[in-house]
């Protein structure tokens, strides 16, 4: 899988973040993260196409550097939600679901939460997750939102603002094995039931 230049790759730009040193190093960046990043999407096949984010920021609204300090890839993602991982420093995300819901997408969620029968199937694709690691966002809200009981048997559903489901794995010598492959493509199967009721439930923004 991803082998140990990779990491190599990510400390020096951690230390030589700019655009020229990036440019100059660029092989580096595409031999050891992007390449095997593209491996690792190929066994994902059955889950969408992937998308792999650009290496570079946006730094005229924000103060950050000029290099993203970690391989990010969107897989089989669309306007409901889908599934992701990151390679960076801080370990190998994997998650899965729908990164900030539009207004209409969280009212459509909180209706289905509302509604028994629908968040049992949500609270059962939760459950296979977890079975496999993965650990449901934390609510955003501090209370119930406006139009709901705060006394709702369901509130803390109610209270997310953030509908994923993530898992952090510290980096371990697996990472470079093939072993990693399998590790993602079972943890993100586990979430599919999530990405599904999403997918039924929520749907698509109707915004804009």
Not at 120 to 143: D, H, I, N, S, Y
Not at 188 to 207: E, I, M, Q
Request: charged share 25%; with cysteine.
């Amino acid at each position: 899988m991803w082998p140990p230049a990779a990491l190599e790759f990510l400390r020096d730009l951690e230390d030589n973040n700019d655009r020229d040193w990036f440019k100059a190093n660029r092989a580096r960046y595409d031999d050891h993260l992007v390449a095997p990043g593209r491996a690792l999407a190929g066994s994902l096949a059955h889950l969408g196409p992937p998308r792999f984010f650009r290496p570079y920021n946006d730094a005229r609204f924000h103060h950050r550097p000029p290099i993203k300090e970690q391989l990010g890839i969107a897989i089989g993602y669309g306007g409901a939600g889908g599934y992701y991982v990151e390679l960076s420093l801080d370990g190998l995300l994997i998650g899965a679901g729908l990164y900030h819901p539009a207004s209409d997408q969280l009212e459509r969620f909180r209706a289905a939460i509302d509604d028994g029968r629908r968040a049992k199937a949500f609270e059962r694709a939760v459950a296979t997750a977890e079975q496999a690691g993965l650990t449901l966002v934390e609510p955003a809200l501090k209370r119930a939102p406006r139009g709901y009981p705060l006394d709702h048997p369901r509130v803390e559903r109610l209270r997310l603002k953030n509908l994923t489901l993530f898992h952090r794995h510290a980096l371990e010598p697996w990472l470079h094995e093939e072993r990693c492959v399998e590790l993602v493509r079972d943890e993100l199967d586990a979430t599919r039931p999530f990405v599904a009721w999403l997918g039924k439930h929520v749907g698509p923004s109707n915004a804009g």
